[in-house]
């Protein structure tokens, strides 16, 4: 979960950026970057999703004590669940146009999201989660995770994979990178590596490539 966490925070702390960065016009290029942020928004939607059908319930049961904080959290849910909604039809129309009003709404909207999300996120590890590790077991939250994994499939996972593991210090990097199917770990050493660093190298030109496995 707090691996997770680490992409979403960035994911979306660059989000603004990598649509401004986009010149007025260029089709292209907002076709690129606004697939891959609808990506991002795809992502966390069921990452979302998996939580409030396999996390939370169980832990409202099991933890009566904290239903005010499962209350919040589910609220932020449906915030974020409300602001995406808002983002797709101008992250489709900038997509298609590159013009400088849908390019700054977009944006705008990203850094709305990305001021939730660091609310929510962190609040999430430091209220929620301790109490989870407490009365949820490992299998209940490998359940949860791998509700994620189920609804894409292995060839969006192997492009996106590099990217999670590069928002996360080495230690939970090597144990996030276990965590994933055999399938899609054959897949990423063999394709996935270098699809990571041309899809990082395309979005940020002249940045240094984050370390990965």
Request: net charge neutral.
């Amino acid at each position: 979960m707090r691996r997770v966490h680490r992409f979403f925070l960035w994911a979306y702390d660059e989000a603004p950026g990598l649509v401004r960065s986009t010149p007025i016009g260029d089709t292209d290029r907002a076709a690129y970057v606004g697939e891959v942020l609808g990506n991002f928004d795809s992502v966390l939607h069921i990452h979302h999703e998996g939580e409030d059908l396999l996390m939370y319930p169980q832990l409202e049961g099991r933890a009566p004590g904290c239903a005010l904080h499962v209350a919040q959290m589910r609220e932020q849910h449906r915030q974020v669940g409300q602001r995406l909604e808002h983002i797709e039809p101008v992250r489709r129309r900038w997509m298609e146009t590159a013009d400088e009003a849908a390019r700054e709404e977009l944006a705008e909207r990203y850094e709305d999201l990305s001021t939730l999300l660091k609310v929510h996120l962190r609040r999430e590890v430091t209220e929620v989660m301790p109490v989870v590790d407490r009365v949820l077991s490992a299998k209940e939250m490998d359940a949860v995770g791998q509700h994620g994994i189920e609804q894409f499939d292995k060839k969006f996972l192997v492009g996106y994979l590099g990217m999670m593991m590069a928002t996360n210090p080495p230690d939970d990097r090597k144990a996030f990178f276990k965590e994933i199917p055999p399938p899609v770990r054959l897949a990423y050493r063999l394709v996935g590596r270098r699809m990571y660093r041309r899809q990082y190298s395309t979005l940020f030109p002249g940045r240094k490539i984050p370390e990965t496995l």
